[in-house]
Nanobody
Framework: QAQLVESGGGLVQPGGSLTLSCASS????????MGWYRQAPGKERELVAK???????SYADSVKGRFTISRDGAMKMVFLQMSELKPEDTAVYYC?????????WGQGTAVTVSS
């Protein structure tokens, strides 16, 4: 059973940057894919960025060019570097990992973009 723990959320001004971290209890290359989702108040959870075991990344159109997903196998961590943050990026961000038919979620970390 894998466990995922996010960290790095907080309050940031518009235009600022923030990096989220996701620590895995298992080797991250056991996951077929890992990603970051977010859920804003009153909205459905949406995929923000994803990286598959081969290293291919994909992003939501709303964050392309501003967010970067990366990983460190030795540290068993996945990161989400966020720049040029906008108020509409405010949400709880969740780390996600998939192993075959199983999906794992972290507890979430809140990001607030506000002046």
């Amino acid at each position: 059973q894998a466990q995922l723990v996010e960290s790095g959320g907080g309050l940031v001004q518009p235009g600022g940057s923030l990096t989220l971290s996701c620590a895995s209890s298992v080797n991250i290359f056991e996951f077929n894919s890992m990603g970051w989702y977010r859920q804003a108040p009153g909205k459905e959870r949406e995929l923000v960025a994803k990286i598959n075991v081969g290293g291919t990344t994909s992003y939501a159109d709303s964050v392309k060019g501003r967010f970067t997903i990366s990983r460190d196998g030795a540290m068993k961590m996945v990161f989400l570097q966020m720049s040029e943050l906008k108020p509409e990026d405010t949400a709880v961000y969740y780390c996600n990992g998939k192993i075959l038919q199983y999906t794992y979620w972290g507890q979430g970390t809140a990001v607030t973009v506000s002046s």
